[in-house]
């Protein structure tokens, strides 16, 4: 599991000082961005070196309870199922402060090919990294 913590800024927020709803699917993908990052995979390095992108298939997404502006935020990531060209993570995103899950979502990512952008199989560099 990965963990990133995020400040909510009053650009993140509509009129009442909430959270804008978008900016919770933000939130998320900094959070797949730093568990790839995690396992030491850059995704302009994957593009380049292994000519594959990882791009969201599907989500399904619970909003729980507002954040609001200045709120220190946690942004946990888990990869909860592995197949052959597709990843599912499980994010939560919490209130440091009060340690309440705010949003949940469960997001299917598809790997693609950078040329061609039709599904390919995931790298063994990064299976192995992923299941190790």
Excluded: H, W
Aim: with cysteine; glycine share 6%.
């Amino acid at each position: 599991m990965s963990k990133i913590n995020i400040r909510v800024y009053y650009e993140d927020t509509d009129s009442g000082g909430v959270v804008y709803y978008a900016n919770y699917l933000k939130f998320i993908e900094r959070g797949r961005t730093e568990y790839l990052r995690a396992l030491g995979f850059e995704q302009d390095d994957l593009i380049e070196q292994q000519n594959v992108i990882f791009a969201v298939r599907s989500i399904n997404a619970d909003y729980r309870s507002p954040a609001r502006f200045n709120d220190l935020l946690s942004v946990k990531t888990l990869i909860e199922k592995v197949g052959r060209a597709s990843l599912i993570f499980s994010q939560k995103i919490m209130s440091s402060k009060q340690n309440k899950v705010l949003f949940e979502a469960k997001i299917t990512v598809a790997c693609l090919s950078a040329n061609s952008f039709k599904p390919c199989g995931i790298p063994s560099i990064i299976m192995e990294k992923i299941n190790g």
